[in-house]
């Protein structure tokens, strides 16, 4: 059993940044996949970046060069560092981890959930 708890999110400008850091426990972080997606009011949770045990790195094509994502195994946390956020970023991220499932692009592909972080881009 695997929890995640995201942080980080809060209000801020278009065009700045932010850094969310998703903590999970367990002492088998370094062997999952770990990714992030979002979901804006009204609208399906969609993909936003993975990065595997391997330490491959998978982004959406829309935000790849704005978002990087990151992780820490020592520390058992995975990082979204966000920037030149736009109105269209405002939305719940969420952390998820992956045991062995194929797919870091879909929400199928993930075994546990964090309960997520609102962030806002105000413009």
């Known amino acids: 059993q695997v929890q995640l708890v995201e942080s980080g999110g809060g209000l801020v400008q278009a065009g700045g940044s932010l850094r969310l850091s998703c903590a999970a426990s367990g002492r088998t972080f370094s062997t999952y996949d770990m990714g992030w997606f979002r979901q804006a009011p009204g609208k399906e949770r969609e993909f936003v970046a993975a990065?595997?045990?391997?330490?491959?790195?998978t982004y959406a094509d829309s935000l790849r060069g704005r978002f990087t994502i990151s992780r820490d195994n020592a520390k058992n946390t995975v990082y979204l560092q966000m920037n030149s956020l736009k109105s269209e970023d405002t939305a719940v991220y969420y952390c998820?981890?992956?045991?062995?499932?194929?797919?870091?692009?879909?929400?199928?592909?993930?075994?546990?959930w964090g309960q997520g972080t609102q962030v806002t881009v105000s413009s």
């Open positions: 990065i595997t045990s391997s330490v491959r790195r």
């Open positions: 998820a981890a992956s045991y062995g499932r194929t797919g870091v692009t879909v929400r199928d592909g993930y075994d546990y």
